[in-house]
């Protein structure tokens, strides 16, 4: 019995959280020229297909609420993600909240941008989750997002 339920344990899928911030829930026609032209749910699709050929869960979420993202992301710790992929948005640039939230679970959490924040207004150059990520993608639109499941399909 006990052979039976490790079995199941071990092959029980891996969840990899997908938590969009602030305004993302625009993509598609927010400024298309700096963001592109996906939609959040075109991101999303691509993502499901990919985390499939890779055996792994998926949830993406979006709110434009910093609390929610701070539940979400204790809430990844707690259920065992394999790891986290966070555009937090604006809140990058703001949020200590977020900083202390990613520094006290153990979950990687990986930072992605569609746009490449250093090149843009100097307001959007210092990320203060970035010392607290496992590391940060950023500058290649809608691909970073698959990019970062396919480091954390590694870890
Ligand atoms: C963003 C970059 C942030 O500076 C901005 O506030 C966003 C989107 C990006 O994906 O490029 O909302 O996180």
């Given at each position: 019995m006990r052979d039976i339920i490790l079995a199941e344990e071990n092959s029980a899928k891996k969840t990899v959280f997908v938590l969009n911030g602030p305004?993302?829930?625009?993509?598609?026609?927010?400024e298309p020229e700096i963001?592109?032209?996906?939609t959040l749910d075109d991101i999303a699709g691509r993502l499901e297909d990919q985390a499939h050929k890779l055996d792994l869960d998926i949830d993406i979420r979006q709110s434009n609420h910093e609390g929610h993202l701070i539940d979400w992301l204790h809430e990844a710790s707690a259920d065992g993600a394999l790891g986290v992929i966070l555009n937090a948005g604006a809140f990058t640039h703001t949020s200590i909240a977020l900083y202390d939230a990613i520094k006290a679970i153990t979950v990687p959490v990986i930072e992605v941008h569609l746009s490449n924040p250093a090149a843009r207004?100097?307001?959007?150059?210092?990320?203060?989750i970035a010392p607290v990520a496992k590391g940060t993608i950023c500058g290649f639109g809608a691909l970073g997002y698959q990019l970062a499941l396919d480091a954390i399909s590694q870890f």
């Amino acid at each position: 019995m006990r052979d039976i339920i490790l079995a199941e344990e071990n092959s029980a899928k891996k969840t990899v959280f997908v938590l969009n911030g602030p305004n993302l829930n625009l993509l598609g026609m927010r400024e298309p020229e700096i963001y592109g032209s996906d939609t959040l749910d075109d991101i999303a699709g691509r993502l499901e297909d990919q985390a499939h050929k890779l055996d792994l869960d998926i949830d993406i979420r979006q709110s434009n609420h910093e609390g929610h993202l701070i539940d979400w992301l204790h809430e990844a710790s707690a259920d065992g993600a394999l790891g986290v992929i966070l555009n937090a948005g604006a809140f990058t640039h703001t949020s200590i909240a977020l900083y202390d939230a990613i520094k006290a679970i153990t979950v990687p959490v990986i930072e992605v941008h569609l746009s490449n924040p250093a090149a843009r207004e100097e307001f959007r150059h210092k990320s203060l989750i970035a010392p607290v990520a496992k590391g940060t993608i950023c500058g290649f639109g809608a691909l970073g997002y698959q990019l970062a499941l396919d480091a954390i399909s590694q870890f």
